[in-house]
């Protein structure tokens, strides 16, 4: 791609004062049109050292109004960055709908820099470029406006910019050893500048490259860019508001008549090729009162010296909790931290999202709350609620909960592929069980917070819930992720079942070099 570009490209300064206040008003127009319709929009600069990023995020952002954008200058990863999956300092940094972030440097890094200086190791590469494309899809297929802008100058002209700089003290200090290194061996960085555009250049999230050698030309062409991308956005959005609009009010739908619709599509769509792994569940497995406390004390024992030993070896666990309301995540989870060191461990309840969680991407929530090296992050609920209670009844569309299990396969694995030890269980019990522990909480007036109305409704929807899990678990159980079926009848079965299954797999884990 850079060796066809023709950097001699330049404009008048004549050209270039009649374009910029109709490109400047108009982008200004864009970013209150993208507020007003909730559109998140993400400019990534990328690019050759000294080939004006900075200076031109610095025009790029003088249309806009300053409430509305965030920039973000990325530069080598921070101690707590770096006890975290690479992607999670960018997840964090997504904008919510209607605001725009700016990037100065980006995920890219790990890939160009991070590469060239050899901190980023062959044999990572792969994971790395997948890790990049699954993120820009989610976002993108989201509905977020994400705009790669490739600043491209030459050998000789970036050696010329670096020296201006070193000549002068206030500016000397922008121009590091790893920049004059990378003009040195300029091919070298090149080609692996090449590769990178090859790899990541994709239809939901294309390059622009920008000759940046004459910086009015280039100011004119990122505008340009960014201008066509958002005004596209909107034209989309608007389009589909008003067809939703219109839709509306021919056929009005109420909360409950929305449900009903989504729980009637959900049950037309379950696959045929998928077996009922629930059904498989053995739940008259159980211990007596002897056993289980004899279990116990031995597994927690071992639990709470495992714990010190992750935080010595600095490694991550994430354990994920989903199943039948009543199906005992709570006292499993209870018995699993009882003698775990508080200072190590999060319990992440997870309820619907707040306002500031539903301006953002569905797994935004769960990546902040991805724990560092050494930490355990334990969720009460998960991110599994895209395709279990957000299908069943209407909170998200088909096309939302069918992409969703790559997304959170793909998630898992960044996960992974960091050091994390990542394990999901379903809490299975049988329909009559559940109604015998619905009726016990009313019952005991110490528990009756734990039943709600909402619960007993849920009921009424069994057989689409077992759908909906059977192919949740189908789709991502995973080698680096698997999901462990729990027979929950028995409280004491359940509980030692996930001691003895956290336990196996954190030793497994720790036996590794």
């Known amino acids: ?56 995020i610095g025009r790029l952002i003088q249309s806009l109004d300053p409430r509305g954008f965030e920039v973000h200058a990325i530069q080598r990863e921070s101690e707590e960055e770096k006890m975290h999956p690479f992607l999670w300092r960018f997840w964090t940094k997504t904008p919510a709908k209607g605001r725009i972030a700016v990037f100065d440097g980006s995920w890219y890094r790990r890939v160009l820099i991070d590469r060239f200086e050899k901190r980023t190791k ?68 090149q080609a692996i500048m090449e590769e990178m555009l090859q790899r990541t250049d994709t239809d939901y999230a294309p390059w622009m490259i920008v000759e940046a050698m004459d910086k009015r030309y280039a100011e ?34 109420d909360e409950t008549v929305r449900a009903a619709a989504a729980a009637e599509e959900a049950a037309r769509n379950v696959s045929d090729l998928q077996e009922s792994v629930l059904t498989k569940a053995d739940l008259t497995l159980s211990y007596t009162k002897e056993e289980y406390k004899k279990r116990l004390k031995k597994l927690q024992k071992k639990m709470e010296i495992l714990h010190s030993e992750l935080y010595r070896r600095r490694i991550p666990v994430i354990l994920g909790f989903e199943g039948w309301d009543a199906g005992g995540k709570g006292g499993a989870i209870k018995r699993l931290t009882e003698k775990m060191d508080p200072r190590g461990f999060v319990v992440n309840p997870t309820a619907s999202p707040n306002d500031i969680e539903k301006a953002h991407h569905y797994l935004w929530r769960f990546w902040r709350a991805v724990p560092k090296d050494g930490h355990i992050a334990i969720f009460d609920r998960t991110w599994y609620g895209r395709v279990m209670v957000e299908r069943i009844e209407g909170f998200c569309t088909r096309q939302e909960w069918q992409r969703a299990y790559k997304e959170i396969n793909d998630m898992e694995k960044d996960w992974a592929d960091a050091g994390a030890v990542v394990v999901k269980f379903w809490m299975q019990i049988d329909k009559d069980e559940q109604e015998r522990r619905f009726k016990a909480r009313q019952e005991n007036p110490e528990k009756q917070w734990k039943i709600t109305d909402e619960d007993w409704r849920n009921r009424e929807k069994w057989d689409q819930y077992e759908d909906a899990v059977n192919e949740m678990l189908l789709r991502t159980s995973t080698d680096y992720a698997p999901w462990i079926v729990v027979e929950g009848n028995c409280k004491y079965y359940a509980r030692i079942k996930v001691l003895e299954t956290v336990v196996n797999a954190l030793e497994k884990r720790c036996s590794r070099p």
């Open 1 to 56: 791609m850079l060796e066809k570009v023709d950097l001699s490209k330049k404009m008048t300064k004549e050209e270039y004062k009649e374009k910029m206040p109709v490109l400047e008003s108009r982008l200004g127009e864009l970013q209150r049109q993208c507020k007003s319709l909730n559109i998140p929009v993400m400019v990534v600069f990328e690019g050759f050292g000294a080939a004006g990023k900075g200076v031109q």
């Open 122 to 189: 062959k044999g990572e590469l792969s994971d790395a470029y997948h890790s990049i494309c699954s993120f820009e899809k989610q976002l993108t297929d989201d509905g977020c406006v994400l705009i790669k802008l490739f600043l491209d100058i030459s050998k000789k002209e970036q050696k010329k910019r670096f020296q201006k700089l070193l000549e002068n003290k206030e500016t000397a200090w922008r121009v590091s050893k790893g920049d004059l290194e990378r003009n040195q061996r300029y091919d070298d960085y």
């Open 220 to 253: 004119v062409k990122i505008y340009s860019a960014v201008i066509r991308a958002l005004a596209r956005q909107v034209e989309k959005v608007s389009h589909e508001k008003a067809e939703a609009e219109a839709l509306k009010a021919v056929l009005p739908m």
